[in-house]
């Protein structure tokens, strides 16, 4: 196995050769003479150039570079090996003339079966031979340097020395130039067997400067000192399968990752762990490995308590003897800058100096939930309130509520410039300026666990709610990873260069602070955020928080922080960075499952309907690590969309039509300068029914329809037109016909009105004063039956004469005839001269008449009009008052004039006051019963009811037989003289 240039690995198989980029497993294609099965691979040597020299089982060679094959040698027939091949070369020519078995190079003949090839310098290179050295330039041998007896596998280099190994494990180094050797010191080697014959095998990867020894299937790292006088030999537990032999090895990632190939069960990869899990047995009374606040002890250990039992932890593991402090809360303790403890126990505040052993109390009922220390002062967030403590004295700022659970601090920090802020399970507050608290606006309601002043920002976690960042006043949502494990973060860490460490429920996060910065000027840009969860060394990824502190440092570098199984120690500034360095490599695009040759630019037909990306990325930490995003469109113009940890392939679907291309990058390349990108270039041709020559034949194949259909339309028109003129000309003779005999109608009509005007109105008003007149002169000498034969011809001659007379005013309101003329009429006047009218028939029948309307009451309307009403009502009234009174009352207001006419007559029957009622709230319209028959009591009604609502107004009727009627007209109170008329308007408006 070896390491190309993109950071694959390179592995020879039985089945050919293989690249593997921690995901996908790719085959590179050597083929057989045949062209039918991959061949089988015996050798991969490297060269200076980072390109490989393959051989296979048939003697022939291939040049590896770039993840493309070249074969070296085609012509030449298959041979079997003389021997296998391992190590790195110095040119194509040199290796090449070494592996061919017909070749003659000087003391070739004294090879061993396996050669080693160890590069010297850009022209020399060394084999190992038992007991000699052969030192080649080029092509030439040119030194012989005798070593010790070993094993011809037992060479390499390290740090810049050449180094070998004799058969009872002693190390060498070997001075080519003056071809001698010399001893060098042994440190952590396996032990050599009794029989004094080592079986370690050496595996050595020249590009990555790395050396390991295999000892009975256990794994040792070798190094080399500074000065090169010692190597060093280190065991991993890789914990291999059993029943299995180690067969290659390669380093990856800087030598953090290893790769292990095995005889008979496969490929391991091996990841060196940066964290690890603390843990105790368990202890009496259930106690577990759950802990929550600690803080340091000494140097290098941590101090915390679960459930009353106080235990220390250091980079040894847990001192579970060791009982450094008495039993604390485990929701919040601090050591302050004196080297003093302070904690909370049985709702009081204590304080251990470490240095004297002894243990004050500070307080009862203070029972801490956080603290802060911040000049030369200890603040203490309690359950009911923010405690100062300062020289003994103990000040309450500001209280909380201790019932609401809610209430209770989590946090305190004092922001830039800010007063001190206090983050809760129902928001983040700032203290105010008279006391008493704020609710920092965008905080409101979040469950927050901690504050941290990183960089002259603040740091908000929550439980739920996510992340957030206070920055020159303002607030900014952190973004949230695709799983959403950002959403409860417990903890913010700085270190030392330059990361921020995010613990949360599900595992650490980690990102640059600087990529914090640009992503607050720029929201668009992304960020890459690095996960740590099981396959990092954490034994539960659920961190704790809702403690004060939810980490701490120690003074030796560690980093420890609370989990709900054991404390997870690790040096943050030796985490490697896990953001992915290697490029992103174009391996197939596929196009309805049909591979396409991979160019500048890739034609799609239109009619495709999925288009494969396949590509790889070299990357050997967590997959979740090697964060992807794609967009598709012009650069500084793309959408981008995240890929799934591992993503190696996308299927875009049907392609619009035109050129695009589509992006591959790495989340966070921005921030991190890198400017490599994966591009794909597609051209997708315009399909045939939106290309111009088909829309411009389909435009003229409508235009041709259209006009089809057009000619079709005059002439269904035209059609159409005909009957319809003879249509209106039928239609034109009926109404001709319908005219004339309507014309005759009204004729008849007027000619109806005239005589009744003329030879009925008249001759009934003649014997109505002639009855009445021979009844007054008459009545002394003439008999009773004559005298009431007299009367009754009076009263029937006067009821016609008026029925007659309501009947023409009638028929002329519902021609139309009558025009209101408004002017100004002053009521009193009018509502006398009607009087003055009745005035000659009330004494006859004994009524007294009386006008109570207010002199000076004036209303704009028509005085003929108000006339016949008040006629037709007071007229009925004299008929039924038969020695009584009639009252005539006016009433104003600033709306309305109500004209009430009283009367102490007989009063009306229940036919006649029902038809009065229908007629005053329905006009005409009530003259209708229910079952829409004609009820008609007189026109009088009918008549003063279309007059009032020709002006605007209405009346009502009120009756009690034996007692009298009460008839109330209701009219505009209208007083404007100049202008537009307001009845006009008022009428004009309904």
């Not at 051989?55 to 570079?65: E, G, H, M, N, P």
């Not at 030598?255 to 690890?276: C, H, P, Q």
């Not at 949230?480 to 903890?491: G, K, M, N, W």
Request: proline fraction near 5%; charge should be negative; glycine fraction near 10%.
């Amino acid at each position: 196995m070896d390491v190309d240039e993109h950071g694959d690995l390179l592995i020879g198989t039985e089945g050919g050769l293989v690249r593997f980029d921690g995901e996908v497993f790719r085959q590179v294609g050597i083929m057989e003479a045949g062209g039918m099965q991959p061949s089988r691979v015996l050798d991969i040597i490297s060269l200076p150039d980072n390109s490989f020299v393959v051989r296979d089982a048939s003697c022939r060679q291939y040049l590896v570079k770039g993840s493309m094959i070249h074969p070296l040698n085609p012509e030449v027939p298959a041979r079997r090996p003389a021997a296998r091949f391992s190590g790195s070369g110095i040119s194509r020519h040199v290796v090449m003339v070494a592996m061919d078995p017909d070749s003659l190079l000087p003391g070739k003949s004294d090879w061993p079966y396996g050669v080693r090839m160890t590069a010297l310098s850009a022209k020399e290179w060394c084999l190992r031979l038992d007991s000699e050295v052969l030192v080649y330039q080029d092509t030439a041998l040119v030194r012989r340097i005798p070593i010790p007896l070993g094993r011809w596998s037992h060479l390499f280099r390290l740090k810049g020395g050449l180094y070998s190994l004799d058969s009872m494990g002693g190390g060498y180094l070997v001075d080519t130039k003056h071809g001698k050797y010399t001893p060098v010191r042994m440190v952590g080697f396996p032990q050599v067997p009794h029989d004094g014959k080592i079986a370690w095998s050496l595996r050595w990867e020249a590009s990555q400067d790395k050396v390991g020894i295999v000892a009975e299937n256990e794994f040792y790292d070798v190094r080399a000192t500074a000065n090169g006088d010692s190597l060093i030999a280190t065991l991993l537990h890789l914990e291999l399968p059993e029943d299995c032999k180690i067969g290659a090895v390669a380093w990856l990632a800087g030598g953090t990752v290893i790769a292990i190939g095995t005889d008979t069960k496969g490929l391991f990869i091996y990841r060196k762990n940066s964290m690890r899990t603390l843990t105790c047995d368990a202890g009496p009374n259930g106690v577990n490995n759950m802990y929550t606040a600690q803080a340091t002890y000494g140097r290098s250990g941590v101090v915390t308590c679960v459930q009353g039992t106080v235990r220390e932890f250091s980079a040894a593991g847990c001192d579970e003897q060791s009982m450094p402090l008495p039993p604390f809360d485990d929701v919040s303790i601090i050591l302050d800058q004196q080297q003093r403890y302070w904690y909370g126990r049985d709702d009081s505040l204590f304080l251990f100096d470490d240095a004297t052993g002894t243990e004050r109390l500070v307080r009862k009922g203070i029972r801490p939930q956080c603290f802060l220390e911040h000049e030369g002062a200890m603040w203490v967030g309690a359950v009911d309130g923010i405690y100062r403590i300062a020289k003994d004295s103990i000040t309450l700022i500001a209280p909380v509520d201790e019932a609401d659970l809610g209430s209770r601090p989590r946090a305190l920090s004092f922001p830039p410039g800010e007063r001190l802020w206090m983050a809760t399970c129902s928001g983040v507050y700032r203290l105010g300026p008279r006391g008493g608290w704020n609710v920092v606006p965008g905080l409101e309601g979040v469950c927050a666990r901690t504050l941290a002043l990183v960089d002259n920002k603040v740091f908000i976690g929550t439980y739920g709610s996510g992340a957030f960042i206070f920055n020159m006043g303002k607030l900014h949502p952190l973004p949230q990873d695709p799983q959403h494990f950002l959403s409860h973060v417990h903890a913010f860490m700085p270190d030392d260069v330059g990361y921020l460490w995010m613990s949360t429920n599900q595992g650490l996060f980690r990102v640059r602070r600087s990529d914090l910065d640009i992503w607050l000027q720029d929201n668009s840009a992304g960020i890459y955020m690095a996960y740590y969860g099981k396959q990092a060394g954490i034994l539960n990824p659920e961190f704790n928080g809702g403690c004060d502190p939810s980490y701490v440092r120690t003074a030796d570098g560690w980093a420890s922080f609370p989990t709900m199984d054991g404390l997870v120690w690790f040096r943050p500034e030796e985490v490697p960075d896990a953001y992915p360095k290697e490029a992103l490599q174009l391996e197939e695009v596929i196009v309805d499952g049909i591979s396409r040759t991979l160019g500048k630019e890739i034609d799609i037909d239109w009619q495709a309907k999925d288009v494969v990306i396949r590509f790889s990325l070299a990357y050997w930490g967590d997959p979740e690590n090697a964060k992807l995003e794609y967009a598709i469109g012009a650069p500084g113009k793309e959408h981008w969309i995240p890929m799934t940890g591992g993503q190696r392939e996308l299927h875009l679907g049907s392609l619009p039509s035109g050129d695009m291309a589509l992006s591959i990058r790495k989340v966070g390349a921005k921030a991190h300068g890198d400017d490599q990108r994966l591009t794909v270039k597609f051209s997708v041709p315009v399909p045939f029914y939106r290309s111009i020559w088909f829309i411009g034949l389909c435009i003229a194949g409508g235009v041709l329809i259209f006009l089809l259909l057009l000619n079709l339309n005059a002439a269904r028109l035209r059609r159409k037109n005909l009957a319809l003129e003879k249509k209106v000309r039928y239609r034109t003779a009926e109404l001709v016909q319908a005219n004339n005999v309507l014309r005759h109608s009204l004729e008849v009509k007027e000619m109806l009105v005239s005589i009744i005007s003329h030879d009925i109105v008249t001759p009934l008003r003649f014997i109505a004063r002639v009855a009445n007149g021979s009844v007054k002169k008459l009545e002394p000498t003439i008999s009773d039956d004559l005298s009431g034969t007299l009367k009754d011809l009076a009263r029937a001659s006067g009821k016609l004469h008026a029925n007659a007379q309501d009947l023409l005013h009638w028929i002329k309101r519902q021609d139309g005839r009558i025009e209101i003329r408004l002017k100004n009429v002053e009521v009193y006047k009018v509502v006398e001269e009607v009087l003055a009218m009745e005035d000659e028939r009330a004494r006859e029948r004994g009524v007294t008449l009386v006008n109570n309307v207010p002199e000076g009451d004036r209303l704009r309307l028509d005085s003929d009009v108000l006339t016949i009403v008040l006629k037709n009502l007071i007229g009925n009234a004299v008929t039924h008052a038969a020695e009584g009174r009639v009252t005539i009352l006016g009433t104003s207001s600033d709306t309305q004039y109500v004209l009430t006419i009283q009367d102490t007559g007989v009063g009306m029957g229940a036919a006649a006051l029902a038809h009065a009622r229908r007629v005053q709230n329905k006009g005409a319209l009530g003259a209708m019963n229910h079952e829409g028959e004609r009820d008609v009591q007189g026109l009088g009604l009918l008549i003063v009811a279309d007059l009032l609502d020709l002006m605007g107004g209405g009346f009502t009727v009120e009756s009690e037989l034996g007692i009298g009627t009460t008839i109330s007209l209701t009219l505009p109170n209208v007083r404007q003289t100049g202008g537009i008329d307001q009845l006009a308007k008022m009428r004009q408006h309904e």
